[in-house]
């Protein structure tokens, strides 16, 4: 049983920058896979970026490739997503997730647990 809490959302202007954070319970951290995923009211949810439980491979969405970073830090429970040059489409519920593996997975229905999710507004 693994629990997920994000934050760090927030309203920000088009260019701008945030970094979302998910905290997750449990002593086999280093052991999932981490994913970000973002829905936008009336959309999809989709893949936006993932780490591998080393935090030695990374995948991302080719729409956010070159702005977004994810990145862990195993010692702390916590994955991040540095997000930077932020569009007005970027906005989005954003959500983390975990799974039980090494492996890093662009598929939601891969990832067995989700956060509540943290808001990103960016205005034009």
């Known amino acids: 049983q693994v629990q997920l809490v994000e934050s760090g959302g927030g309203l920000v202007q088009a260019g701008g920058s945030l970094r979302l954070s998910c905290a997750a319970s449990g002593r086999t951290f280093s052991t999932y896979a981490m994913g970000w995923f973002r829905q936008a009211p009336g959309k999809e949810r989709e893949f936006v970026a993932a780490?591998?439980?080393?935090?030695?491979?990374?995948y991302y969405a080719d729409t956010v490739k070159g702005r977004f970073t994810i990145s862990r830090d195993n010692a702390k429970n916590t994955v991040y997503l540095q997000m930077n040059s932020l569009k007005p489409e970027d906005t989005a519920n954003y959500y983390c997730a975990a799974r039980p593996s090494w492996v890093a997975s662009t598929r939601p229905r891969t990832y067995d647990y989700w956060g509540q999710g943290t808001q990103v507004t960016v205005s034009s």
């Open positions: 780490v591998s439980g080393s935090g030695g491979t990374t």
